[in-house]
């Protein structure tokens, strides 16, 4: 999977605004494939594990908190060097920092409230596909 996969979750914040069809719109646009789709929703325990690596951070337990207050999207996608391509797509974490036409500059509300989640490497892709898809959901 390493190199042309990676892992977005589409946050609770952009699932209540509405913004399923344009976030996947925009990722389609941009030449993904998606190989795996599921909406769901993250109990604390579970929000909690996949943020692990964040656990020392002071801001881990608003994160948790907010990552289970509601539905998410979780997707996995397909294209040529995935995880760096989809991270120039979402933009900066702070949407004032995101360029024009990203996901973020165009439906995140803050740093917190960043609409979409993006594995940082192919190695975080590959855990974070597996902890929401068994090899069989991914095509």
């Given at each position: 999977?390493?190199?042309?996969?990676?892992?977005?979750?589409?946050?609770?914040?952009?699932?209540?605004?509405?913004?399923?069809?344009?976030?996947?719109?925009?990722?389609?646009?941009?030449?993904?494939?998606?190989?795996?789709?599921?909406?769901?929703?993250?109990?604390?325990?579970k929000a909690g594990e996949f943020y692990e690596i964040h656990k020392e951070r002071p801001f881990y337990g608003e994160l948790?908190?907010?990552?289970?207050?509601?539905?998410?999207?979780?997707?996995?996608?397909?294209?040529?060097?995935?995880?760096?391509?989809?991270?120039?797509?979402?933009?900066?974490?702070?949407?004032?920092?995101?360029?024009?036409?990203?996901?973020?500059?165009?439906?995140?509300?803050?740093?917190?409230?960043?609409?979409?989640?993006?594995?940082?490497?192919?190695?975080?892709?590959?855990?974070e596909a597996s902890f929401h898809f068994a090899a069989t959901e991914m095509f």
């Open positions: 999977m390493a190199g042309n996969r990676t892992f977005t979750m589409i946050k609770p914040d952009a699932v209540k605004a509405g913004h399923i069809g344009a976030i996947l719109a925009k990722i389609n646009e941009a030449g993904f494939r998606i190989v795996a789709m599921k909406l769901t929703k993250l109990s604390p325990e948790v908190e907010f990552m289970s207050s509601g539905p998410i999207v979780a997707a996995v996608l397909e294209k040529e060097n995935a995880v760096e391509s989809f991270r120039e797509l979402i933009g900066a974490t702070d949407p004032s920092k995101a360029a024009p036409g990203t996901i973020r500059a165009l439906f995140a509300k803050s740093i917190g409230e960043n609409a979409v989640h993006g594995a940082d490497s192919d190695e975080n892709a590959v855990r």
